[in-house]
C-alpha cells in the first residue's frame, strides 16, 4: 500500500541553523509532491510545489528537493526563526482530482 | 488576502444526530475538497468536488457522508448519523485547479466532537 513517512520525532534545531526535514514515499509515483506548514489547531499552510521533472525550488529560505529515484523529498529552512516553529507536512498528489495524500508531519522547534 | 472559512469553529454533537459543517471557499476557486484530522494522526482526504459533482472520494467517505453547494459561495459536509470515531478536525479546502500545479487553501477548520 502506498505509505508516506515523515520523521515522527521533533527536530530541535538552534536559531540562525538551516532545517532539514525528510519525506520518503513507497509504493507510489507522485507526479507533484507539495510541502505545507500547520499551526497547532490550524489548517495547512502551503509552502512549496515540485513536479516530478524537478530537482530542486526555492522560495526565500526555502528549498525543496525531489529525487523520484530515491522516493524521498527534503525540505531545508535556512537562517532559520523562532516564528518557523510548527509543524511540517509533506503531500503528495498523482491523480487528476487534486486529492492529497499527507504524511504525519514533523515538528520543528527553533530556539532562540 | 481572500481565504477560506468555515464554520461553526467548534460542533459537539450526540452519537447518531446529523451534523453540517460549511465552508465559503476562496470566490474564484473551482475546485473544492474536504479533508479530516483525527487529534494526533495525519490530514486524510475525504472528496473532491467539481462542477456540482465529486471527483473523488475516499473510502472515509460512506454513505453516511454527502457534500453539496448548494448556491454559489458555500460548500458543505453533511454526516448523516455520527459516530463516535467520526470526532476530528475537518478542514475544507480549495483551488483554483485541480490537481496540479495548484495549491490547495485550507480553512481554519471545523473541530467536531460526537459524545
Known amino acids: 500500500s502506498q505509505k508516506i513517512e515523515q520523521n515522527s520525532e521533533a527536530l530541535n534545531i538552534q536559531e540562525g541553523k538551516t532545517a532539514t526535514l525528510t519525506c520518503n514515499y513507497t509504493?507510489?509515483?507522485?507526479?507533484?509532491l507539495q510541502w505545507y506548514r500547520q499551526d497547532p489547531g490550524r489548517g495547512p499552510v502551503f509552502l512549496l510545489l515540485?513536479?516530478?521533472?524537478?530537482k530542486e525550488k526555492r522560495k526565500e529560505r526555502l528549498k525543496v528537493t525531489f529525487d523520484t529515484t530515491l522516493k524521498q523529498s527534503l525540505f531545508h529552512i535556512t537562517a532559520s526563526q523562532p516564528a518557523d516553529s510548527a509543524t511540517y507536512l509533506c503531500?503528495?498528489?498523482?491523480?487528476?482530482?487534486?486529492?492529497?495524500?499527507f504524511g504525519q508531519g514533523t515538528t520543528l522547534q527553533v530556539k532562540p | 488576502e481572500p481565504e477560506v472559512t468555515q464554520t461553526p469553529s467548534h460542533q459537539v454533537t450526540q452519537m447518531g444526530q446529523e451534523v453540517i459543517l460549511r465552508c465559503v471557499p476562496i470566490?474564484?476557486?473551482?475546485?473544492f475538497y474536504w479533508y479530516r484530522q483525527i487529534l494526533g494522526q495525519k490530514v486524510e482526504f475525504l472528496v473532491s468536488?467539481?462542477?456540482?459533482?465529486?471527483?473523488?472520494k475516499s473510502e472515509i467517505f460512506d454513505d453516511q457522508f454527502s457534500v453539496e453547494r448548494p448556491d454559489g459561495s458555500n460548500f458543505t459536509l453533511k454526516i448523516r448519523s455520527t459516530k463516535l470515531e467520526d470526532s476530528a478536525m475537518y478542514f475544507c479546502?480549495?483551488?483554483?485547479?485541480?490537481?496540479?500545479?495548484?495549491?490547495?487553501?485550507f480553512g481554519p477548520g471545523t473541530r467536531l466532537t460526537v459524545t
Open positions: 468536488f467539481y462542477n456540482n459533482e465529486i471527483s473523488e
Open positions: 470566490s474564484n476557486h473551482l475546485y
Open positions: 509504493n507510489y509515483s507522485p507526479a507533484y
Open positions: 479546502a480549495s483551488s483554483e485547479a485541480q490537481g496540479v500545479p495548484y495549491e490547495q487553501y
Open positions: 515540485i513536479r516530478e521533472n524537478e
Open positions: 503531500a503528495l498528489s498523482s491523480g487528476n482530482t487534486g486529492k492529497l495524500i
